[in-house]
């Protein structure tokens, strides 16, 4: 069975990033039978300030992008269609503010110690897309890694402490160094990028074309 370890660059307030991992999924599964997967996350921050309260995601992806908060609404109303179609729930999309995400990413790099990286991720995403919650307030935090049925005691001692913070600068830096600006990016087989939300029938395709290539 050919092995195919995927590397995902990805910040868990990127909604691209939730539905671009429902996708993979899909393609994974296609592929279960011929390919074995490993698939580890990686942190990047798309708001790295993190001072303020956040601001209400509408105006704040207008002034980013030069666009009409009308555009924008447009925008997040057809992500939301994808993710529904996915199985997601963005339901507070349109709702949620900026929020900065370092401290969720130490969480997952500690969550991963214990074998639930992914689940950890994919229950933040759950946190600030379908409920609209404040993925920088400690609380928010602690109650999704108990969600998954990790100590909520430990995490607030991570939290509480630097641990895990150097590793996740050194990992955002390494990925922008090694040209990667936006997200998601998948590394397959640490030589190969695949950039963005990408189809699951396109990701079936290139994993094969990688498998023959190896």
């Given at each position: 069975m050919t092995q195919i370890a995927i590397d995902i660059v990805s910040d868990i307030a990127c909604p691209w990033c939730a539905i671009g991992y429902a996708r993979l999924e899909k393609a994974m599964d296609t592929l279960k039978d011929d390919m074995d997967f490993t698939v580890e996350w990686h942190a990047f921050e798309l708001n790295p300030d993190p001072s303020g309260d956040g601001e209400p995601i509408l105006p704040a992806l207008s002034r980013k992008y030069g666009r009409s908060e009308d555009e924008m609404r447009a925008n997040q109303a057809q992500m939301m269609d994808i993710a529904k179609g996915l199985g997601l729930n963005f339901e507070k999309l349109q709702e949620r503010y900026t929020r900065n995400t370092f401290d969720a990413h130490r969480l997952v790099k500690w969550a991963g110690e214990q074998g639930k990286q992914t689940d950890m991720k994919l229950a933040f995403f759950e946190a600030y897309f379908g409920r609209g919650e404040n993925i920088?307030?400690?609380?928010?935090?602690?109650?999704?890694?108990?969600?998954?049925?990790?100590?909520?005691?430990?995490?607030?001692?991570?939290?509480?402490?630097?641990?895990?913070?150097?590793?996740?600068?050194?990992?955002?830096?390494?990925?922008?160094?090694?040209?990667?600006?936006?997200?998601?990016?998948?590394?397959?087989?640490?030589?190969?990028?695949?950039?963005?939300?990408?189809?699951?029938?396109?990701?079936?395709?290139?994993?094969?074309?990688?498998?023959?290539?190896?």
């Open positions: 920088s307030n400690p609380d928010t935090l602690i109650h999704c890694v108990e969600t998954i049925g990790l100590d909520g005691s430990q995490a607030r001692e991570v939290l509480a402490s630097d641990q895990y913070a150097e590793a996740v600068r050194e990992e955002e830096a390494q990925y922008q160094q090694a040209g990667v600006s936006a997200v998601p990016a998948y590394i397959i087989n640490q030589k190969y990028l695949i950039s963005g939300a990408q189809e699951p029938e396109t990701l079936v395709n290139a994993f094969r074309e990688i498998a023959d290539s190896e």
